[in-house]
């Protein structure tokens, strides 16, 4: 009787232990997906907005917001930045928001209802965020009857990943700033050096003078013409700042694929480029910063350490951005904080702090430099 008793306890525990063992599957699957979900929708926040909010919707439409959804972002002025709407028309959803903003303005916290101007009417909406200072507000269909855990766990996700929004916008337009007010140390750094470039070019032709390379002459001529049109350009966007297409010779990819090219017929060095696929990918601010330190690395290889050989390669992978610029020069004497503290590269480093990144550049083995950069996707 004894044993029987201990033998049903035993298989009562068993049962117990798969049940359990099942719990924590699921516990690590949900776990999974949120993961997944937050990092997919941060990276949004920082390199499309807009794809983030479609994918913000659609997930609030899979869980919270059933069948029918708008989600508004605001501005800093409280004025709708950027909207998302599904399951109704846009014409619909604009008579919907007027009605729910208007009885949001004096209710407390929460959802709250309000009539709206179609056939099956109801429709209730929050604010993201605090009351007083919202960052934007989600509206539904109302009696949605959904565990209140459940609930503010997704509202919480759309207050962060507007959050990652702001700070985003607020990283880019600060960097834009210290674009502007380092105009004068941008001249000298990207600009100078290139004309330094060109009047190694000047030079080469100068020592050219026979009318037997009259087309050689005219070639190198149409060249650096081009190089100055360039500068000019480049002038510009230093003080306006610059800005990339997505694609085509204006992209990210593009431009540095221009400036390469010029600097390798300019120089005679031999420039090699590996270039993820999905740079484009990256937020402004990134962009930026890659693209002035790859001109700044490129440079100093050819204009001081005289490299005949220079490779730069950029990779992405789920959470890093990864960039290398290696040359065959002349390399550093001493390979030390002290080497980052040139203008170009003191300004360079500290745009890269402020992207939580980390810049690098030792002396290779058989002579030459590395410059190793690493910034977060996130």
Known sequence: MLFTG?????????????????????????????????????????????????????????TIAPGCCILVRYDPDR???????????????????????????????????????????DFEGTYIGEAALPRGVLIRRAGANLPEKQDLFYRGVIDIVFRNMDTHQ??????????????????????????????????MLEQKIDVALEKERKKQLSLLTRSVE????????????KQFESCGAQ??????QAYLSEMENLSGACIQMEMDERAEEMAAAQKIVLYRISCEAVSNAVCHGRARRIALRL????????MEVTDS?????????????????RNMNRMVLLLRGQLLMEALENRGTAVRLRLPRG
């Open 329 to 345: 020069g002349s390399g550093l004497s001493a390979p030390t904080e002290e080497n980052l503290r040139g203008n170009g590269l």
């Open 79 to 121: 004025d709708a930045e950027r909207r998302e709407v599904r399951g109704m028309k846009e014409a619909e959803a604009g008579a919907v928001l007027s009605a729910v903003e208007e009885a949001l303005r004096d209710a407390g916290p929460g959802w709250n209802s309000s009539s709206g101007e179609t056939e099956d009417s």
């Open 170 to 203: 607020e990283l880019e337009a600060y960097i834009a700033a210290e674009e502007k007010s380092r105009l004068a140390d941008e001249i000298h750094d990207t600009v100078i050096q290139r004309l330094f470039a060109l009047a190694c070019g000047l030079k």
């Open 6 to 62: 201990l033998g049903a306890a035993v298989r009562q525990q068993s049962l117990l232990n798969a049940r359990l063992r099942e719990e924590m599957e699921r516990s690590e699957q949900v776990l999974g997906h949120i993961t997944e979900l937050y990092d997919t929708l941060n990276l949004f926040a920082m390199s499309d907005p807009d794809r983030g909010m479609e994918v913000l919707v659609q997930t609030l439409c899979r």
């Open 315 to 322: 990779a992405l992978t789920d959470r890093e951005i990864c």
């Open 230 to 241: 360039g500068i000019m350009k480049e002038l510009r966007e230093v003080i306006y700042g």
């Open 251 to 256: 992209s990210f990819t593009g431009r540095v």
